[in-house]
């Protein structure tokens, strides 16, 4: 049986398919402090800490804070065995925080994926193409 008689499309119509199917919506979740009453509030908020892309302000139970871009953490069986990794906001080396050391959590910073960026651009493509400029897709060279 062929992939047609299967009911797929041929590979270009699925490709062309998948270019008009919207991105993936965004909380706005700039400004927020989410409710860390139990260790599954806690998980949910810092999985969605990872996926921010913006600085978020870890409060931990000794009263110490740090902030920064969330860029890894490992989810283990308990909170003792998991952590987040942050590139602090002030610089320095990456910390790790232990889950079971974070007493609040902020999402401080702008998050920079938010909005329409990717939209507009491609808005601003089509105006300056159909206007008859010449538009260059590669990147800028770097310094």
């Known amino acids: 049986m062929s992939g047609r008689e ?18 993936k919506q965004r909380e706005n979740l700039e400004g927020w402090v989410p409710e860390l ?40 069986h308990s909170l ?10 002030s610089g320095g080396g990456k910390v790790s925080v232990n889950y079971a050391e974070i007493a609040g959590l902020a999402f401080s910073g702008r ?12 808005r601003q493509y089509w105006e300056k193409r159909t206007a008859g400029e010449h538009i260059s897709l590669h990147p800028e060279e770097l310094e």
Do not use: C
């Open 6 to 23: 299967a009911g797929h499309q041929p590979a270009a119509a699925a490709a062309d398919t998948l270019e008009v199917v919207p991105g």
């Open 37 to 76: 009453a139990n260790p599954e509030e806690l998980r949910a908020a810092l999985e969605q800490a990872f996926d921010y892309r913006g600085d978020v302000l870890i409060t931990r139970k000794d009263g110490s804070q740090v902030e920064g871009y969330i860029f890894d953490r490992r989810s283990g």
């Open 111 to 122: 998050d920079m994926a938010a909005g329409k960026s990717w939209e507009t651009w491609v």
């Open 80 to 89: 003792q065995d998991s952590f987040v990794r942050v590139l602090p906001k």
